[in-house]
Antibody, heavy 119, light 108 residues
């Protein structure tokens, strides 16, 4: 059974870098694309980007200049870094697996972690 | 990017009734790469349908998806109390992947 678990600070100061990690269990991290998705309170889900163990990445153009994703196969983790954050980046952040290749649905999802940007 | 628009915003129905949720894309969704998710308060989204009409593992057969091109539908044949939630459609045929704004299915 594939399980994903997000971890990282729940509070980030404006202009700093948000860093989150997702730990994968029950499935080989080598075999899939891995994504981050966020959801501001009361708003729609927003795809942030995807990464593959080879180092290949694809980011949402709306966030591309501030996003870095990577996969650490030795730790069975993948990560998200979002720089120069503002209050608009406050959201629940989810990690998810792309189920079947790079163009695929998301399943499963992590439980989500709330990140608040505030001084 | 492909903009996904769902209707209605809120749907008020009673248990046992049939629910029909719509999703429209601003451009044709290639290969019908369209998914539906259910989200309950405080929980992560749960995959219901992929490929516009294929049910995910463990999803009851009262959930069905249909449509192609730019117009898609999620149908819940007989609503159970646990079905009242928010539903999102998502296209994954073109990057950036995009979601609809959601339809809230509430008890009438």
């Amino acid at each position: 059974q594939v399980q994903l678990q997000e971890s990282g600070p729940g509070l980030v100061r404006p202009s700093e870098t948000l860093s989150l990690t997702c730990t994968v269990s029950g499935f080989s991290i080598f075999s899939s694309y891995w994504s981050w998705i966020r959801q501001p309170a009361g708003k729609r889900l927003e795809w942030i980007g995807r990464s593959y163990p080879s180092g290949s990445t694809d980011y949402n153009p709306s966030l591309k200049s501030r996003v870095t994703m990577s996969v650490d196969t030795s730790k069975k983790q993948f990560s998200l870094k979002l720089s120069s954050v503002t209050a608009a980046d406050t959201a629940v952040y989810y990690c998810a697996r792309l189920n079947s290749g790079g163009y695929s649905w998301f399943d499963p999802w992590g439980q989500g972690t709330l990140v608040t940007v505030s001084s | 990017e492909i903009v996904m628009t769902q209707s209605p915003g809120t749907l008020s129905l009673s248990p046992g009734e049939r629910g029909t949720l719509s999703c429209r894309a601003s451009q044709s969704v290639s290969s019908n790469y369209l998914a539906w998710y259910q989200q309950k308060l405080g929980q992560a989204p749960r995959l219901l349908i992929y490929g516009a009409s294929s049910r995910a593992t463990g999803i009851p057969d009262r959930f069905s998806g249909s449509g192609s091109g730019t117009d898609f539908t999620l149908t819940i044949s007989r609503l159970e109390p646990e079905d009242f939630a928010v539903y999102y459609c998502q296209q994954y045929g073109r990057s950036p992947f995009t979601f609809g704004q959601g339809t809230k299915l509430e008890i009438k």
